[in-house]
């Protein structure tokens, strides 16, 4: 019989229609997003041991850890760098901080206009995101090139 594609598919569309609505009127209305959900990475620069693991486990290099020692021989932690344009979200740095110094927060909305602004710079009296903070090194192209800052 022809047509009988039609009428199903005007059934199930009839169905859905009367159902309560699951879209989300996104950038008005921010979703609600569960308890795990990874989105941004945060530091906490208190709590940092210096201890380095976060820039092993990462696969794509995309964390520094800048540290000097005390006179006791213990860590300090002085520049904390982080390329969010690389990065995969994987969450290994996260599961290999034994301080939970690194950590993902609800915030997904990580738009900018120039590459130079994924990077991150934490020190002891202040946090940017600008390029302009950071050494030229830590800002690389798809090759590993270092890029200029005003790219």
């Known amino acids: 019989m022809y047509g ?3 009428v199903k598919g005007m059934g199930i569309t009839m169905k859905r229609f009367f159902k309560k609505k699951v879209t989300v ?3 008005d209305v921010k979703p609600v997003l569960p308890e795990r959900s990874h989105g941004s990475l945060g530091f906490d620069f208190d709590k ?3 201890c380095n693991m976060c820039a092993d486990a990462c696969p ?3 964390i520094k850890v800048d540290f000097t020692k005390d006179e006791k ?3 300090v932690l002085k520049d904390y760098n982080m390329n969010l344009g690389y990065c995969l979200f994987c969450g290994l740095c996260v599961k290999a901080c034994p301080k939970d110094a690194v950590y993902f927060k609800k915030d997904f909305h990580m ?3 120039q590459k130079c602004d994924t990077a991150y ?3 002891r009296h202040e946090i940017t995101n600008s390029a302009e903070d950071l ?3 830590n800002i690389r192209d798809i090759e590993g090139k270092p890029i200029s800052q005003g790219v």
């Open 73 to 75: 021989g213990k860590r």
């Open 48 to 50: 940092c041991i210096a």
């Open 111 to 113: 738009v900018c206009y």
């Open 121 to 123: 710079h934490w020190d």
């Open 135 to 137: 050494p030229v090194d």
């Open 60 to 62: 794509n290099g995309v």
């Open 25 to 27: 009127q996104y950038p």
């Open 4 to 6: 009988l594609g039609i």
